[in-house]
């Protein structure tokens, strides 16, 4: 099973509700990432997991919150929405190895729209 | 933030001809992978080349690697309608563990 799952594929949110994007993967994978991308432009690397242990946050504001409950799971929460938040939201799933980039696998992503 | 830089833009073909897109980079790499992006989905991963490797295959694919000029291409041999998408080029820079850096991508159409 070479599949990344995403849950739900469409969410519209107001500012001020909290929701949480989902992924998940059987593929034995110990690195996980949240990426942004706007329309017309390449994803933007969010978080790294490696190990179910956050590796890298890259600057990513507080109201994002990530969580990696176990090896396959990877949780975005999201509160208190800005307008420029509204994008198509990808998480991947890697192999981990010492520093070593490999090949990743992409969910089909989540599109937030925030109202 | 990002590293690579893919050339052209947007790249408008007919079916059967080949489509090369170029991808240059800032850092040292530890590999470089090309991506495709039907629209407004996932991405999927094409190939990877180590910074060890010159050139790589895979079917109607044709990835080089120049590490001292800091540039790869794709090229696409062949093309089909199927073809039409994004493409990235992706860097793994040295010192950023399992990270991957995207470029600003190629656009490509391919019309029959």
């Known amino acids: 099973d070479t599949e990344v799952t995403q849950t739900p594929k469409h969410l519209v949110m107001g500012m001020t509700n909290k929701k949480s994007l989902k992924c998940e993967q059987h593929m034995g994978h110990r690195a996980m990432y949240w990426y942004k991308q706007k329309a017309k432009k390449p994803p933007e690397l969010m978080f790294v997991y490696s190990y179910e242990k956050l590796s890298i946050n890259e600057s990513v504001p507080s109201r994002f919150s990530p969580e990696c409950p176990n090896s396959s799971l990877l949780n975005l929460h999201l509160h208190a929405r800005q307008p420029e938040d509204s994008a198509l939201y990808l998480c991947?799933?890697?192999?981990?190895?010492?520093?070593?980039?490999?090949?990743?696998?992409f969910g089909p992503g989540t599109r937030l729209t925030v109202t | 933030s990002q590293q690579g830089e893919e050339d052209p833009q947007a790249l408008s073909i007919q079916e059967g001809e080949n489509a090369t897109m170029n991808c240059s980079y800032k850092?040292?790499?530890?590999?470089l992978q090309w991506y495709r992006q039907n629209s407004g989905r996932g991405l999927v991963h094409l190939i990877l080349?180590?910074?060890?490797?010159r050139e790589k295959h895979s079917g109607r694919l044709r990835v080089t690697l120049d590490t001292s000029k800091k540039s790869s291409s794709l090229l696409i041999t062949a093309s089909r309608a199927a073809d039409t998408a994004s493409y990235f080029c992706?860097?793994?820079?040295?010192?950023?563990?399992?990270?991957?850096?995207f470029g600003k991508g190629t656009t490509l159409s391919v019309s029959s």
């Open positions: 992706a860097t793994a820079p040295n010192q950023a563990g399992t990270a991957l850096i």
């Open positions: 991947a799933s890697s192999q981990e190895g010492s520093g070593v980039s490999y090949e990743q696998y």
């Open positions: 850092t040292s790499i530890n590999n």
């Open positions: 080349i180590r910074s060890n490797e």
